[in-house]
């Protein structure tokens, strides 16, 4: 069956980077388009960033973009979030998924396998 498992979360000062990983199997992954998305505490989940199966087109939201990076390794099975210059307001559990349906990139309704997620607490 398909798995997603993310790492690379934890515990970081303002200011700092971590690089998230997700590791996928159980699926033909270069075919998949995948995203991140991540769900502050109390709030819903929210996009975070995109990369396309295969020219690697990318896009992010408006408030990581600058100190997000997304990519993949299609050798690896692996998509990775480098997060730069993180904030208190970027804590929150991160989740990787593959996008499986018709719906914007942005739309969450596009994504079908999800990971368990990693936390990324930012403190001030």
Known sequence: QVQLVESGGGLVQAGGSLRLSCAASGLTFST?????????PGKEREFVTFISRST?????A???KGRFTISRDNAKNTVYLQMNS???EDTAVYYCATR?????YKDIRGYD???Q???VTVSS
């Open 32 to 40: 998949y388009a995948m995203g991140w998305f991540r769900q502050p």
């Open 100 to 104: 499986g349906r018709s719906y914007t």
């Open 113 to 115: 396998y999800w990971g």
């Open 56 to 60: 690697g087109s990318t896009d992010y």
């Open 117 to 119: 997620g990693t936390q």
């Open 86 to 88: 993180l904030k208190p």
């Open 62 to 64: 408006d408030s990581v």
